[in-house]
T-cell receptor, first 113, second 112 residues
Framework: AQSVTQPDIHITVSEGASLELRCNYSYGATPYLFWYVQSPGQGLQLLLK??????LVQGIKGFEAEFKRSQSSFNLRKPSVHWSDAAEYFC???????????FGKGTHLIIQP | DTGVSQDPRHKITKRGQNVTFRCDPI?????LYWYRQTLGQGPEFLTYFQNEAQLEKSRLLSDRFSAERPKGSFSTLEIQRTEQGDSAMYLC??????????FGSGTQLSVL
């Protein structure tokens, strides 16, 4: 069965500092990987996705993620965070087909002034 | 593109009552999903529609839960005889074939 692990429940970063959110997955085939962001009272918004090809994918809002098959990881990065990046971030795996997506438990990002 | 709309935004009910939620997907999206999200957890897949056909149901979806998408457009999720453990955010998502999913803002259910 597929699964996603986000080891960090909370992360605190100073505004302007770099960010890396960790994600490890377990999936039987070539994974489709996603990062979503959820702000209070908002729906989930897709930041980026990996299906195949270049292992470094660019997303919206200046985020990027790198797929590393050998480490079963898909970590999310941003070179310089803004206060508006404070939110809950979810990594997900799956094809989005009949089985839907399997989400991690999320990482709560706190931005310090 | 008006986005995925869910109604109501919040629902408070007493244990044992029935509740129904509605999801209006983005028009022409043939795929529709229901997820449940509890505090401190990621969304959990509940069920999936391809047009009007319900193609997949999670084992999380007990017999008290039923979902429909009668005309392949809007969908409803009904919970009968609600229990306190049903308290959660219920999320709807839609997408076109091989395209990304768009999520609604969810319906927050509180069972007292």
């Amino acid at each position: 069965a597929q699964s996603v692990t986000q080891p960090d429940i909370h992360i605190t970063v100073s505004e302007g500092a770099s960010l890396e959110l960790r994600c490890n997955y377990s999936y039987g085939a070539t994974p489709y990987l996603f990062w979503y962001v959820q702000s209070p009272g908002q729906g989930l918004q897709l930041l980026l996705k990996y299906f195949s090809g270049d292992t470094l994918v660019q997303g919206i809002k200046g985020f990027e993620a790198e797929f590393k098959r050998s480490q079963s990881s898909f970590n999310l990065r941003k070179p310089s965070v803004h206060w508006s990046d404070a939110a809950e971030y979810f990594c997900a795996v799956g094809e989005g087909g009949a089985d839907g997506l399997t989400f991690g438990k999320g990482t709560h990002l706190i931005i310090q002034p | 593109d008006t986005g995925v709309s869910q109604d109501p935004r919040h629902k408070i009910t007493k244990r044992g009552q029935n509740v129904t939620f509605r999801c209006d997907p983005i028009s022409e999206h043939n795929r529709l999903y229901w997820y449940r999200q509890t505090l401190g957890q990621g969304p959990e897949f509940l069920t999936y529609f391809q047009n009007e056909a319900q193609l997949e149901k999670s084992r999380l979806l007990s017999d008290r839960f039923s979902a429909e998408r009668p005309k392949g457009s809007f969908s409803t999720l009904e919970i009968q005889r609600t229990e306190q453990g049903d308290s959660a955010m219920y999320l709807c998502a839609s997408g076109a074939t091989n395209e990304k999913l768009f999520f609604g803002s969810g319906t927050q259910l509180s069972v007292l």
